[in-house]
């Protein structure tokens, strides 16, 4: 009687016990993880450039700012009308810059020696045949610094035909994958878009990279091609 009775008293103390101890959570099952596949695509295309631009500074040095100012604009407004006058090129005329140079003299002194004066006059022709003209009439009005660039005014067209082809490739890669492992391949759950790029030059970089995308074509690229890839990766569902 006395083991039944002790047995009894503590009865109310492991109740309160419980109470304080708080709600008591249950972990739940762990839900298994959506069954996808993800696959990376890529594809090149050789873009032939159609237009160049032939970008020009004309430069004026004189002892006197003004001089150098003045000489800049009597040689930059005749080289842009002449230009001007040349069928099919169309000219775009910057902003004029100034500077300074020193000199040194017999004890190593520096001191101002002459001021000079820059204007950017850029070229732009689809005949490139123009290119050694505009640069020859350029050559005796203060030319300094001459460079071509060389692009396609088809490019952004160009770009959504070489991610239609990335895109093909990675679902290319995503049914052969499927195959092979016995399962079905389900729809698309995210598409993200990779490195896009174009390059203005074609080296021996350009005909590696051509090798390591999934779609390109098999030829060598032309003489002056614009490289532009693109790669993305597809989250497909496994059914």
Do not use: W
Request: hydrophobic share 40%.
């Amino acid at each position: 009687m006395r083991t039944l009775a002790r047995i009894a008293s503590l009865t109310p103390v492991l109740s309160l016990l419980a109470a304080c101890a708080g709600p008591t959570y249950l972990s739940p099952q762990s839900i298994p993880a959506e069954h996808t596949i993800t696959v990376g695509g890529s594809a090149s295309l050789d873009v032939m450039p159609d237009e160049a631009c032939v970008e020009l500074t004309v430069t004026a040095r004189d002892a006197a700012m003004l001089a150098a100012h003045a000489a800049l604009v009597a040689n930059s407004e005749a080289l842009l009308a002449d230009l001007r006058q040349r069928p099919g090129l169309v000219v775009e005329q910057g902003a004029v810059s100034y500077g300074s140079e020193y000199d040194n003299d017999s004890g190593g002194r520096s001191h101002l020696a002459r001021y000079v004066a820059s204007a950017q006059v850029n070229v732009r022709t689809r005949d490139f045949a123009q290119i050694a003209d505009v640069i020859a009439r350029a050559a005796p009005r203060g030319l300094e610094r001459v460079g071509v660039v060389y692009y396609s005014t088809q490019i952004v067209s160009k770009k959504v035909e070489v991610r239609a082809h990335a895109l093909e490739a990675a679902r290319d890669k995503a049914r052969a994958m499927t195959t092979t492992l016995g399962v079905s391949l389900g729809d698309v759950v995210t598409i993200v878009e990779g490195d896009s790029h174009t390059n203005s030059s074609v080296g021996t970089g350009n005909y590696l990279e051509r090798g390591a995308v999934d779609k390109a074509s098999d030829t060598p690229a032309p003489p002056g091609a614009i490289p532009l890839s693109v790669s993305v990766s597809v989250v497909y569902r496994l059914r």
